[in-house]
């Protein structure tokens, strides 16, 4: 039902513009006006960096393709774009590369805890023919991969336990994406993973129906997670990319110069965010700190050594296996 009425919704939304329930030859003169989903706040350095994108792609067609954003998960949870994008309800969309992994098992890669060694390693893998690769795969379902987002690392807070080694991790419910890789680490760890969507973790941190969850630093403070997690511990266990993914079938309608414009202005769009990103970063510490939130760093070696099962399955899975060995030869490089 809630599917159902978000698709009516997105129909709704679309009148008076490209209608999201009937196609359009792109070769056409009038502006293509095309709908981008995400779930995060206008003030998320995500949202500025899909605005750019937004407004890369209007000056690069002289006009001929609008995109019109709606954040906060106005369209739905992030399963429930992507499936509107691969039927074309939705023309773009930014998800978490985990939630992208019950729809492709390839995505399972970007959810392996400490597949990159360091933030150029992770770099190097996401600009490289790896990703690109990566990006096309899933054509045949209805989508295609257009650029990345830096998504920071991955660390653990609690409500008032610092994770200092796996163990402290045993009896605690963590919250984690709905990834199975992402399930099976908070497993390996020794903890009791809770899979739910992003929109519910504060409400079910501040009723203990968890003790903890998994993010980066800006849910602290854009998401307000620092006013009932006062431990943040930097377990840099996973560095996840958010994904630019666009409906397949859209994409073959535009002409090669509409499609060339949005392939730069996505790749650019990716630029600009590693700097709104570090900014974003370095002002959620400050503001989290302020909200007594304490930061402590402990030794990663032990996490390594849990998750192993993880790579060692990585390493011998048909659909992972190439994509592994390459990734983790890149970090020797």
Not at 41 to 48: A, D, F, G, N, R
Not at 231 to 245: F, G, K, N, T
Request: charged share 25%; with cysteine; proline share 4%.
């Amino acid at each position: 039902m809630r599917k159902l009425l978000t698709i009516i919704i997105v129909c709704a939304l679309s009148l008076g513009t490209l209608s999201a329930c009937s196609s359009k030859a792109a070769g056409e003169d009038e502006t293509i006006t095309m709908r981008l989903a995400h779930n995060q706040s206008e003030t998320h350095p995500v949202h500025k960096s899909l605005t750019e994108f937004a407004r890369l792609v209007e000056e690069k067609t002289d006009g001929s393709v609008k995109i019109q954003l709606y954040p906060n998960g106005q369209l739905g949870a992030e399963r429930e774009v992507i499936e509107l994008t691969q039927t074309g309800a939705v023309d773009f969309a930014k998800v978490s590369a985990s939630a992208l992994e019950s729809f492709s098992e390839v995505y399972s890669l970007f959810s392996l805890p400490y597949l990159f060694d360091s933030k150029e390693h992770y770099y190097s893998v996401m600009n490289s023919k790896v990703a690109q690769e990566i990006y096309q795969s899933t054509e045949e379902i209805g989508f295609i991969g257009l650029s990345f987002y830096d998504g920071g690392s991955r660390n653990f807070y609690t409500k008032n336990k610092p994770i200092k080694h796996p163990d402290d991790l045993k009896g605690l419910k963590i919250r984690v994406q709905p990834s199975a890789t992402s399930i099976k680490m908070i497993e390996l760890m020794g903890g009791a993973p809770t899979p739910m969507s992003f929109g519910e973790v504060y409400t079910a941190l501040q009723q203990g129906v968890i003790d903890g969850s998994e993010n980066n630093e800006t849910a602290l403070t854009d998401n307000n997670h620092g006013e009932v997690a006062k431990q943040y511990s930097y377990s840099e266990h996973a560095m996840v990319p958010d994904m630019l993914i666009m409906n397949n079938t859209k994409w073959e309608e535009l002409n090669e110069d509409q499609k060339l414009a949005i392939s730069e202005a996505a790749k650019e769009s990716t630029e600009f965010h590693k700097e709104v990103w570090e900014k974003a970063i370095a002002k959620s510490i400050e503001d989290a700190k302020k909200k007594n939130v304490t930061f402590s760093t402990p030794d990663k070696e032990p996490f390594r050594k849990a998750v192993q099962p993880l790579h060692e399955e990585f390493a011998k899975k048909e659909s992972t296996a190439e994509y592994y060995k390459e990734i983790r030869a890149a970090a020797k490089d």
